[in-house]
């Protein structure tokens, strides 16, 4: 079959004309957002091949049209920079590690398209924006393939199976697979990830990173699953045994205003620790550590004058 090429604004694409459609066999470039033709050579482009994307390292966004039906083995594979991907809300037909080791992908947007026009993940609402980190982190944190479905995504089954699977990680004790990987040699010999400790303070880490993504995009969360994300983060804030929630936010989102408020909200971050939490804060982040002050000021003034007012009836 011979392959023929098409330019991109800053690439190749690769492909291949069939009796049923195009099959994108490759990809070379420099692009940073990419929409792929829902045509060429008049015929509709149905499958991307296996390996097309493989390492394509500068693509950050990337948009597939309502034609193709077929996302064929490691298709996107260790795309380092990919955060983005739009593909058409329907059932399609996905090989094996189509997204392995593209760290960085935080949005899966599943959206029906009406005309081959790309639809950019700026362009969604709050309730989408949600769904599309949660179908992300299907393929990412939860390493639940089973709930890669873009037509399913965001149904209230979809939600509570979504939701069971990170009960379950939950649950996991924290030493579980250390054994294992010390067995297996998946680790050198005397470096810290060999460290129990250390082991149990990343799984820990992980558990929080979950538990603050479903909270944070909580759309279709039930209460009574809310309420025991939100007491696994309170055991594990500023002051307790453990500190992973407060030491996931301070050093992966130390400037990012949303995540205090989100302590805040959720009671992690309180009269008790609040001292602690500043000083940890030391001259860093001085912007957010204005931010908390103010805020826990001004909540401490509410609370004290609905105090006073209870007082007096």
Not at 17 to 25: K, M, N, Q, S
Not at 120 to 137: D, K, M, N, V, W
Request: aromatic fraction near 8%.
């Amino acid at each position: 079959m011979k392959t023929r090429e098409i330019e991109t604004q800053h690439g190749i694409l690769q492909y291949e004309v069939r009796e049923d459609g195009v099959v994108l066999t490759g990809y070379r470039g420099r692009d940073i957002a990419l929409a792929i033709p829902e045509r060429i050579e008049e015929r509709p482009v149905t499958v991307i091949g296996k390996k097309a994307f493989l390492g394509a390292k500068n693509l950050q966004q990337l948009f597939l049209p309502e034609s193709i039906a077929v996302i064929q083995d490691w298709a996107f594979a260790c795309c380092s920079a990919l955060r983005a991907l739009v593909l058409p809300r329907k059932t399609l037909e996905t090989g094996q590690g189509i997204l392995k080791d593209c760290f960085r992908l935080q949005q899966i947007a599943a959206v029906s398209v009406k005309g081959g026009t790309p639809v950019s993940i700026e362009a969604l609402s709050g309730p989408e924006i949600q769904l599309s980190r949660l179908l992300a982190a299907t393929l990412g944190s939860l390493d639940a393939f089973y709930l890669f479905e873009p037509l399913e995504a965001g149904s209230q089954s979809w939600l509570e199976r979504w939701d069971a699977r990170l009960l379950s990680l939950l649950a996991q004790e924290d030493a579980e697979g250390f054994s294992k990987m010390l067995l297996c040699g998946e680790e050198d010999y005397g470096s810290r990830e060999n460290n129990l400790d250390y082991y149990l303070e990343q799984r820990r880490r992980f558990k929080v990173r979950l538990a603050m993504l479903r909270l944070m995009n909580d759309i279709g969360l039930a209460p009574d699953v809310k309420e025991e994300l939100l007491a696994y983060l309170r055991a594990h804030t500023k002051g307790e045994a453990s500190e992973e929630t407060w030491k996931v936010v301070l050093e992966e989102h130390g400037d990012e205003r949303e995540y205090y408020q989100f302590l805040l909200d959720s009671g992690c971050i309180h009269d008790g620790n609040f001292g602690a939490v500043l000083e940890d804060m030391g001259e860093r982040h001085t912007e957010m550590k204005a931010f908390l002050m103010n805020a826990h000021g001004g909540r401490t003034k509410m609370e004290d004058a609905f105090a006073a007012l209870s007082f007096e009836l």
